[in-house]
């Protein structure tokens, strides 16, 4: 996947530190792709046709105390997109700042549901709503394994509204194999308080997972709750399909629930993918008989 291997850097540190040498390494790789994408007729969308690209530098090296660290930056068509610097400490687990990448807490798993495209509520819902995640700028990021469970931790400082966010996620994986539940909670500023719950189970090339969302605000009319179930299935080791749904309850605030679906196809010819996707929403932010679609073709080549 990477024509441009591990770039090396050895660098000395010369006059800041005697005859000691800094070895690490650095990976780049990229992608291109063209899409064709058909909104509803209700909806001026101009040319159906575009393109994107982005590059990714992953980089890497150890510390005296064995301990390793990896950094991340990945560059999009707005030039910048995510960046992530983690410390691994061993059985102590992870520790790091992210901006942007949703590397823990509830922005890792804020939809849990499999895909081989996009989430079903993915451009037809511009507010995300039900989704229970807060700011990832500048996130502390902590992400934890002992035995079965696992534990990832965010904290944003002075993040939404001039407000702290945070959240936390535990997972447990030794029940059965294949089988994961997860819960988490949080909080987006000070007025929002955030949970989660879900289960995910694979089994040879199906994965099927339910995951349930509440975002109760300081007022009634703030309140989301939303339920979203999908599956995925690798037809080969080329070819993949999902299905999802996902539905959220505004509460007394709404008479109608948004209700979102979606089916998705992704077949992969070594470094080239060719992805479909048909997502529908139906009451969009829960207002009756405002309904959203759209069918997307993409074709994405990796270097």
């Known amino acids: 996947m990477n024509n441009l291997k591990k770039l090396g850097l050895t660098a000395l540190a010369g006059s800041l530190v005697t005859s000691t040498a800094y070895a690490g390494a650095l990976d780049v790789s990229g992608s291109a792709k063209m899409t064709y994408k058909s909104q509803d007729d209700t909806e001026v969308t101009g ?41 691994d400490m061993g059985d102590m687990g992870s520790l790091g700042i992210g901006n942007s990448a949703g590397t823990a807490g509830l922005p890792a798993f804020d939809s849990i549901i499999p895909t081989a495209g996009e989430e079903v509520w993915d451009d037809t819902d511009t507010d995300d709503n039900g989704i229970a995640t807060h700011s990832k700028v500048n996130s502390i990021d902590y992400i934890g394994s002992f035995g079965g469970f696992g534990l990832s931790a965010a904290y944003v400082n002075d993040g ?23 819960y988490g909670q949080g909080e ?19 994965t099927a997972a339910f995951q349930r969302s509440d975002l109760n605000g300081a007022g009634v009319s703030s309140d989301e709750e939303s339920d979203a179930m999908g599956f995925s299935f690798a037809v080969n080791e080329n070819l993949s399909i999902s299905y999802g749904v996902h539905d959220v309850d505004f509460g007394p605030a709404s008479k109608a629930d948004e209700e979102s ?37 993409t074709v994405a080549f990796a270097f």
């Open 47 to 87: 040319n159906s046709f575009s393109t994107s690209k982005g590059i990714t530098f992953s980089g890497s090296g150890d510390l005296d105390n064995g301990m390793t660290m990896s950094y991340t930056y990945t560059m999009t068509d707005a030039a910048f997109s995510s960046t992530s610097v983690m410390i």
């Open 188 to 206: 987006d500023s000070v007025d929002l308080d955030l949970e989660t719950i879900f289960v995910k189970y694979t089994v040879g090339g199906i």
């Open 261 to 297: 679906s979606g089916i998705s196809a992704s077949y992969t010819m070594g470094s080239m993918t060719i992805t479909g996707i048909s997502n529908s929403t139906d009451n969009v932010a829960g207002t009756d008989a405002s309904n959203d679609s759209y069918r997307e073709v």
């Open 160 to 182: 939404s509204g001039s407000s702290s966010d945070g959240s936390f996620v535990v997972t447990y994986d030794g029940l059965m194999d294949g089988l994961q539940l997860g």
